[in-house]
């Protein structure tokens, strides 16, 4: 059975930092990779990040780019994501999903359940 579950959200200041974990089981990382997503109250859902364990690519959307940095540590089988310099507007639910290998955020299944990023100002 597939399955992935976040953790490691919570309430933070602006400028904070988190450290999400997403546990992994029950798939092969040679047919998907790991993309984090988030969605704010009245927002759509949108990618976040993403990393491909077979090369060990990472992918970070705009908005995070230089604040975010997605890990792999295959031992635990957990996807990290280490949030720094956060402020309010990335306070959202944070999923994580496997998804194409292209890493594009297309094409998600599996989703996590999510864990909640509240910043506040």
């Known amino acids: 059975e597939i399955q992935l579950v976040e953790s490691g959200g919570g309430l933070v200041q602006a400028g904070g930092s988190l450290r999400l974990s997403c546990a992994t089981s029950?798939?092969?990382?040679?047919?998907?990779?790991i993309g984090w997503f988030r969605q704010a109250p009245g927002k759509e859902r949108e990618g976040v990040s993403c990393?491909?364990?077979?090369?060990?690519?990472?992918f970070h959307k705009g908005p995070v780019k230089g604040r975010f940095t997605i890990s792999d540590d295959s031992a635990k089988n957990t996807i990290d994501l280490q949030m720094n310099n956060l402020n309010p507007e990335d306070s959202a639910v944070y999923y994580c999903?496997?998804?194409?290998?292209?890493?594009?955020?297309?094409?998600?299944?599996?989703w996590g359940p999510g864990t909640q990023v509240t910043v506040s100002s």
């Open positions: 999903a496997l998804v194409s290998l292209k890493c594009d955020w297309s094409q998600p299944e599996y």
């Open positions: 029950g798939f092969t990382f040679d047919n998907y990779a």
């Open positions: 990393i491909r364990r077979r090369d060990g690519s990472t």
